[in-house]
């Protein structure tokens, strides 16, 4: 499949990444680490990985954005 090109298609396709699913959140971070979760998609809680990292970057930003206003 790596490398492969269908019919009316013009990008090659890539192998999947392992996958495997893991019955709650808890578990999938602790099998398979919180980035490799959020950002490899290494179960079906990839999504909700994201969600959390996105709410955890733009905590941090606004923050920022708050400490550096004041100065």
Excluded: C, H, W
């Amino acid at each position: 499949m790596s490398g492969e090109v269908r019919k009316g298609e013009r990008i090659p396709r890539r192998e999947p990444p392992p996958y495997e699913e893991a019955d709650r959140f808890g578990q999938a971070v602790a099998r398979d680490g919180f980035f490799q979760t959020a950002i490899n998609d290494t179960n079906q809680y990839g999504p909700i990985g994201m969600m959390i990292l996105l709410f955890i970057v733009a905590t941090i930003t606004g923050a920022l954005i708050k400490l550096l206003e004041s100065i």
